[in-house]
């Protein structure tokens, strides 16, 4: 039964990842992002959300670059706190000609999605992403934990390319309940 769903899921995104309308504003992608520098673990600080992320907590997605150029894009996730990691596999092929910021992501074969790296902070601590058409976006954080400052200038990025950031939701990656006295539970 799991396995329809999720190609169902999966199906449906790639579905929402097609070119914006003419009314809309046309997003624009990095000019270039370094691979090698974008690599590793990112926690994803806030999304739109939607059927494929909703209700999982302490999310991230790792990054490995293949000696063939392709990404393995591993999404890893909770379904409450305290359980053990989930992780789902995927891989990305950057599109040619896009200096880095622009991936075709794919997690079952055939279905697969466009994703654009929009943002990505100089010290590349803070990154921002989104579908081509806006309707679903990303904040990614090298740590868990975020300062406002950078969460607000991405978001504001993320905006300025045609997102409904009112609607984006912040993902809980720290369990509140765990760190608390032990009184307050």
Not at 68 to 89: L, M, P, Q, T, Y
């Amino acid at each position: 039964m799991r396995l329809p769903l999720l190609v169902l899921a999966v199906a449906m995104t790639a579905n929402c990842a097609g070119t914006p309308s003419g009314s809309k504003l046309q997003p624009r992608a990095a000019e270039s992002v370094d691979l090698q520098r974008f690599m590793g673990t990112w926690y994803v600080i806030a999304n739109v959300p939607y059927f494929f992320e909703n209700g999982k907590v302490a999310t991230r997605d790792e990054y490995r670059l293949r000696p063939d150029g392709r990404i393995d894009n591993d999404f890893v996730f909770k379904k409450r706190f305290g359980e053990a990691d989930r992780r789902w596999s995927g891989v990305a092929t950057v599109v040619p000609g896009s200096g880095g910021a622009r991936w075709k992501v794919q997690f079952i074969w055939p279905f697969s999605s466009e994703l654009m790296v929009v943002k990505v902070d100089e010290d590349y601590d803070g990154a921002a992403l989104m579908s081509p058409d806006g309707s679903l976006a990303w904040v990614f954080g090298r740590a868990p934990v975020m300062q406002p400052e950078r969460y607000d200038a991405l978001v504001a990025t993320l905006k300025a390319n045609g997102v409904d950031t009112s609607i984006m939701r912040k993902v809980p990656q720290v369990d509140d309940a765990a760190s608390a006295p032990a009184g307050a539970r």
